[in-house]
């Protein structure tokens, strides 16, 4: 994630709700760094475009369910942002597909402009969308060529993969050595993704103002949707894990506005796997272990007395967090709360804590 600096993917069903999420959690984040109006107004036009084709274009059973292998990431690397989206699409309509995508590189600026009104003008529009004005656009728009490749999966259908990328005005682009690597590099993390069960990964420095994107973005979207004991129980343990890092991480830069950290979210039949992680300092690794290996080790009634002694009674040092929130995890999820700490430097390590749970 850091050598990539993804800042945000997701797979899964795609709907028009979700998309609007999606694009109100990049608008926070990009408030958040000070983007220039330009450069926002860029990003947020390529960001429609892209979850449009995914919404049109993603596949829709018999029972009214959409695969859930489509996939959406935005990258910010110095002066460029990445946008790239996945989706499943029918072998027979590749060639033509293709065809609009090289035409569209091979145009400069002017005639971009001439191909769109053309297209226009002649184009024939389907059930599912424009006649590739879409994709014009956002050539225009970006200034730079599209990458894209297809990926088959059997004799009916082939995983198509798209890549935007916008450089800032009046700027150089920081990453352009990198481009064909990058590109292939978010083919193999699809493909990881997709073994791995994740469903969400979401790195960025943590705000009060994108905590509250992020959890409008997951609710309704994130556990079972004819399950709404599941569903309220999985939202209140990802509260609890944002909640941590917003409140509990170390960062080593002090005039940063937020925490650095991490998110992801699994599901495997059933079960969900919500996993979190940011820096701690070294010397608060000890506390730590002690009060998750205290949770871990008592049963549910135990917990529940614990739960109420620490609430009632005085703080007697200014150490962060009284572990009521370690208690929560484990109460919620009715298991216990695996963690590790891997070293990152000789002051800080980063702290990983991972909840699992299932509506059974």
Do not use: C
Request: cysteine-free.
């Amino acid at each position: 994630m850091n050598n990539y600096n993804l800042s945000y993917i997701y797979r899964g069903g795609f709907s028009i709700d979700l998309s609007n999420k999606i694009l109100s959690l990049a608008e926070t984040n990009m408030e958040n760094i000070h983007e220039s109006l330009t450069t926002k107004k860029k990003v947020y036009f390529i960001m429609v475009e892209s979850l449009q084709n995914i919404t049109r274009h993603q596949n829709v059973g018999t029972n009214g369910n959409v695969d859930d292998s489509s996939f959406f990431v935005i990258q910010r690397m110095g002066n460029d942002y990445y946008i790239t989206s996945g989706n499943i699409v029918e072998n027979k309509n590749i060639d033509s597909l293709k065809s609009k995508l090289s035409t569209v590189n091979n145009l400069d600026k002017l005639h971009l402009k001439e191909y769109y009104q053309d297209t226009l003008l002649q184009g024939e529009f389907s059930a599912k969308g424009g006649a590739g004005l879409g994709i014009i656009e956002m050539a225009r728009k970006s200034g730079n060529k599209l990458a894209y490749d297809f990926k088959k999966i059997n004799d009916d259908f082939s995983h198509f993969y798209f890549q935007i990328k916008i450089t800032a005005p009046d700027a150089a682009s920081t990453s352009q050595d990198m481009d064909a690597e990058r590109f292939t590099w978010i083919e193999d993390l699809d493909e990881t993704i997709l073994e791995k069960n994740l469903h969400l990964i979401y790195q960025v420095d943590f705000t009060q103002e994108n905590l509250i994107s992020i959890l409008s973005m997951i609710e309704g979207n994130i556990g079972g949707k004819d399950n709404l004991s599941l569903n309220k129980k999985i939202f209140n343990i990802i509260v609890e894990l944002l909640q941590n890092i917003y409140q509990h991480a170390d960062e080593p830069k002090a005039d940063k506005e937020g925490k650095s950290g991490i998110f992801l979210i699994g599901e495997k039949d059933g079960e969900y796997t919500l996993t979190a992680g940011n820096l701690i300092l070294n010397n608060r690794i000890e506390t730590l272990k002690t009060r998750l290996d205290e949770v871990n080790k008592l049963n549910f009634i135990e917990l529940d007395t614990l739960f109420n002694k620490i609430l009632i009674r005085d703080k007697k040092d200014n150490e962060k967090g009284a572990g009521l929130g370690f208690i929560d995890l484990k109460m919620k999820s009715k298991n216990n709360i695996a963690y590790q700490f891997n070293a990152a430097d000789e002051g800080y390590s980063f702290f990983e804590i991972q909840v699992k749970v299932s509506g059974k």
